[in-house]
């Protein structure tokens, strides 16, 4: 561990060694950047959009007559990037030289194409263009077209995103054929503390009515993130913690009304943002709730769901520091389908005897920074953040397992002042973690969790190409209650991730991008103590204390292309990952469960996603893509369990000024590469239209949504479900949305 620790610091000291290596020239009292932003159809000024410097990670909002400014901005060539809910993103490249004062004016319009800004990426604001990790995000106004009640079901059918579900409520993302502790979940870039990772009927408390943006990272995310990001990274972007220049004069804000048939859905949720000179106050929320839903075979029996919850905070910024303090409370209710009847091997149960979940998260955050300083650094940022869960197992009101989970987790993270080609951040980050659980399914001891962690990611960017590379070094230890029967002994992880990416650019809005990755994953909680009956993941589950970390080397191939009427990308993939942790079937059944305990073996995870976004004309578009995994253990060739499928979607967008009407065919091909106790699932095509109307004026923006679906009412089962061979997934519906967004 010693050498391990050595070794990290090396890399942070050498990284920083670098910097001053690659300084290219002096630096000045830079330049101005300032320019005013107005809607292409009236030329009226546009308040509260997003403007980025894309190579410095800069940002500001507009104000009130569409105007904003950057200062001190070093010489350099850089792109512009202003991004509106609704509105295609516009992009300008301007020269900044010493004591030039540049203007930069932007049209915005609706328009299919809109690039997309991610933070989650690398730190900083970046598009998902220039980022080196394959990147996707969804908007407000995606995600009120697309509103559901848990965070997997609206992410299902991104490309390389699945679903892993035991019913509507908990779904949860799979990214690339990866699950579990393997994807981290997280709220404005810090963990939720949920167990939504642990098992398949667990589910995670985030109301996305409430988000700006959800951002998707597929591929190993542990340089930044830590070890159980090797499968990728869902972040929901709450805009209030958020890197930003100073606060927006004025009131800003929201309201998405949402309704729907084939499981009676009702939804309705509201915020504000008010900004007065150095202050800025925000709160709002909502809620929303779903009936037992339907399929071509019947209704799925205690499949209801329901949710609410709230937000409020306020922050000051300064000349130079700044900081923010937040509250999240979330709490939701859903049923367990077909719950009791596994849990009895199959006997007939009573209707009072349905299984649900009750979850309650109490999340407090604080951000706070100081920026613009004159020395090495642009500035530094603290997170800090306490989540309170309570998640109790009910057969109908009486409780039969309690569970809770307190973390602590902080994060400081440096920005460095951009020297010559080379600018990065570094840092140091951590949780402290005391989960309990009391009841039926108590399957692991108390146990407090420490981790630590220290991170850099550096980026070189030269005239032809760019290059990133960084280090992270992480420990985690895992000390059980010593009372526990039986007796579980403490376990203690270290381990170094590290990558290396090169993007180039091949022509005009085209670029190939490749990183290599190296990771490291500490076993989880779960995968080392269970011991016990747990129905929620159709096992009985006896953990291994002597399970070693997972180690993976994998490799990721992007081709890209981004013009006005044109977007395409194609992204390969491949990881290996050694002393990988999965739950074996031992062949013996006890309390009606499988019997199945953790194994590690070698295996191997390949596929990739293909999408292409191309206009036909102004009014037509052509919508497709298609993702694959293929994931198997290597010295056996056994698949792995819950892998999706081969699937596919193809779809027309016609639009008439603010009119868009979207056909579109979605395709699944059976899975036959099928784990041990694992049935294959038939494919299945389905089809959708969805249309929305967008009215855009100075201070706000109406959006009305129609989302039709399965209109065939196809039969067809989810490959990840595991429930599938009971539960097909949801007939012939609509989702009528309404957002407003004022500004």
Avoid at 146 to 159: C, F, N, P, W, Y
Avoid at 513 to 528: D, F, G, I, M, Q
Avoid at 614 to 625: E, M
Avoid at 698 to 721: E, K, M, P, W
Wanted: net charge neutral; aromatic share 10%; with cysteine.
């Amino acid at each position: 561990m010693r050498r391990e620790i050595s070794s990290s610091i090396v890399t942070c000291v050498m990284l920083l060694l670098l910097s001053h290596v690659l300084m290219a020239e002096p630096e000045g009292t830079g330049g101005i950047i300032r320019g005013k932003i107005v809607h292409a159809e009236n030329g009226q000024p546009v308040h509260g959009v997003t403007i980025l410097i894309v190579q410095l990670g800069r940002v500001t909002d507009s104000g009130d007559n569409g105007s904003y400014e950057f200062r001190q901005v070093l010489p350099g060539k850089y792109d512009i990037v202003v991004h509106s809910a609704a509105l295609a993103d516009e992009r300008q490249q301007v020269l900044v030289t010493d004591g030039a004062v540049l203007t930069a004016d932007f049209r915005m319009r609706v328009a299919p194409i809109r690039s997309e800004i991610t933070v989650t990426a690398s730190g900083s604001a970046v598009t998902t263009f220039e980022a080196f990790q394959a990147v996707r995000t969804m908007d407000a106004i995606d995600l009120a077209a697309q509103a559901h009640t848990s965070i997997g079901e609206v992410l299902d059918g991104q490309s390389g995103v699945a679903k892993r579900s035991f019913g509507p409520g908990n779904t949860r993302p799979v990214i690339r054929g990866f699950d579990g502790d393997r994807v981290l979940v997280m709220l404005d870039g810090m963990p939720g503390g949920s167990l939504a990772s642990q098992s398949g009927d667990h589910g995670e408390n985030l109301d996305v009515l409430q988000l700006e943006r959800v951002e998707v990272v597929k591929g190993p995310a542990t340089l930044l993130y830590g070890s159980n990001a090797i499968g990728g990274v869902v972040n929901a972007v709450t805009g209030h913690h958020q890197i930003q220049e100073h606060p927006h004069e004025g009131l800003t804000g929201y309201v998405t009304g949402v309704g729907g048939t084939a499981n009676a859905q009702g939804a309705g949720n509201a915020g504000f943002e008010y900004g007065r000179k150095h202050w800025m106050i925000w709160g709002g929320g909502g809620g929303q709730r779903t009936g037992d839903y339907n399929t071509p075979a019947g209704t799925v029996v205690n499949s209801r769901t329901l949710s609410r919850g709230g937000y409020g905070g306020f922050g000051l910024y300064g000349e130079k520091a700044y900081f923010r303090l937040g509250y999240n409370y979330d709490n939701r209710r859903y049923g367990i389908p077909f719950a009791a009847y596994l849990e009895s091997g199959g006997e007939s149960v009573q209707e009072e005897e349905q299984a649900n979940l009750r979850l309650d998260r109490h999340d407090v955050r604080f951000t706070g920074g100081i920026r613009d300083l004159n020395s090495l650094f642009n500035g530094v940022r603290i997170v800090l953040g306490y989540s309170k869960y309570r998640h109790g197992e009910y057969e109908a009101d009486t409780i039969g397992t309690d569970f809770r989970n307190d973390e602590f987790n902080y994060r400081v993270a440096f920005d460095q002042k951009r020297i010559g080609r080379l600018s990065g951040n570094f840092g140091l980050s951590g949780m402290r973690r005391n989960y309990r659980a009391l009841g039926d399914e108590a399957l692991a001891p108390p146990t407090i969790q420490n981790n630590v962690a220290l991170f850099a990611l550096e980026t070189v960017e030269f005239e032809k190409l760019s290059l990133q590379f960084g280090g992270r070094f992480e420990h985690n230890n895992y000390n059980p209650d010593s009372g526990s029967v039986p007796p579980r002994p403490e376990r203690s992880f270290s381990g170094m991730s590290a990558a290396a990416g090169v993007r180039i650019p091949l022509w005009k809005r085209g670029a190939f991008v490749t990183n290599y990755t190296h990771s490291y994953r500490a076993p989880a909680l779960e995968e080392l103590y269970n011991n016990g009956p747990h129905p929620g993941n159709l096992a009985f589950e006896i953990g291994n204390p002597h399970l070693r970390r997972e180690r993976a080397d994998g490799i990721d191939v992007s081709l890209r292309h981004q013009s006005e009427r044109l977007r395409a990308e194609v992204n390969l993939f491949y990881y290996g990952i050694k002393d990988f942790v999965f739950l074996a079937p031992t062949g013996k059944v006890v309390d009606s469960l499988f019997e199945a305990e953790f194994l590690q073996e070698d295996g191997r995870f390949r596929g990739g996603e293909a999408s292409l976004d191309l206009g036909l004309n102004d009014n037509v578009w052509l919508r497709t893509g298609l993702d694959f995994v293929n994931a198997k253990l290597i010295r056996s060739d056994e698949p792995l369990p819950r892998i999706p499928p081969l699937r596919g979607r193809a779809g027309v967008e016609f639009r008439y000024k603010n009119l868009v009407v979207r056909p579109e065919a979605v395709m699944a091909h059976s899975q036959d590469e099928v784990f041990v106790n694992e049935n294959r699932t038939p494919g299945y095509t389905l089809f959708d239209v969805n249309a929305s109307y967008t009215i855009a004026q100075q201070h706000c923006v109406h959006v009305f949504a129609i989302d039709t679906f399965n209109l065939g009412n196809r039969l067809y089962y989810n490959h990840l479900s595991f429930i599938k061979n009971l539960a097909p997934e949801i007939g012939r519906g609509i989702r009528v949305s309404y957002t407003l967004r004022f500004f």
